[in-house]
């Protein structure tokens, strides 16, 4: 134990907890795994679907079941795969009554991509995705010290300001300097 956060036990959405993720969301990043857009899409198919996967045309959902088997050519991938088809077709149904001609339609495909990545970062830190929270919120090795002792000083000196604000200060007419020396010089 630190003995540095004053927050224990910490509750959901203190900031303490936000600064956990983002410390473990910035290694995440790092990896460059969690954050892919095949690793996403595995974790959320229904919101890839939404911002990604119903601007892909035929050809590319082939290209990227192709490259998939050619990583991991097993036949669970083709089951996947199979699966994945399958569960676009619901998606692509649900999401074909709704308005065709909006503004998501008109973004580039690395606009759509950027915006989803977003999307699934802030869904991390708010605690929405899946998985591993417990091994980050109740962890101190995800504290950031710098940030941490930096919030407490804030903390300390904000007490020391409304101590001051409560201090009455004298009045002119009772403030009394020491009288003045002459100087002697040497």
Do not use: C
């Not at 089951?79 to 999401?95: A, H, P, T």
């Not at 591993?132 to 300001?161: G, H, I, K, P």
């Amino acid at each position: 134990s630190s003995g540095i956060n004053a927050e224990w036990p910490l509750r959901p959405g203190s900031t303490a907890i936000r600064n956990r993720r983002y410390k473990k969301l910035q290694e995440l990043l790092d990896s460059g795994e969690y954050f892919s857009l095949d690793e996403m899409e595995k974790r959320q198919p229904a919101l890839y679907y939404q911002h990604i996967g119903r601007f892909e045309t035929e050809s590319q959902r082939k290209t990227k079941t192709t490259s998939r088997m050619k990583r991991d050519p097993k036949f669970s991938t083709f089951l996947l795969n199979q699966s994945d088809r399958e569960d676009m077709g619901v998606y692509r149904d649900r999401y074909e009554e709704s308005d065709s001609d909006s503004d998501e339609e008109q973004m580039a495909f690395s606009e759509r991509v950027d915006a989803f990545t977003r999307l699934m970062k802030e869904r991390f830190l708010e605690g929405k995705d899946t998985g591993m929270y417990e091994n980050v919120d109740d962890n101190e090795a995800y504290d950031d010290l710098t940030v941490l002792s930096r919030d407490q000083e804030e903390a300390y000196f904000d007490d020391d300001a409304t101590d001051d604000a409560k201090f009455d200060p004298p009045d002119d007419n009772d403030f009394n300097p020491p009288p003045l020396r002459p100087r002697t010089l040497a």
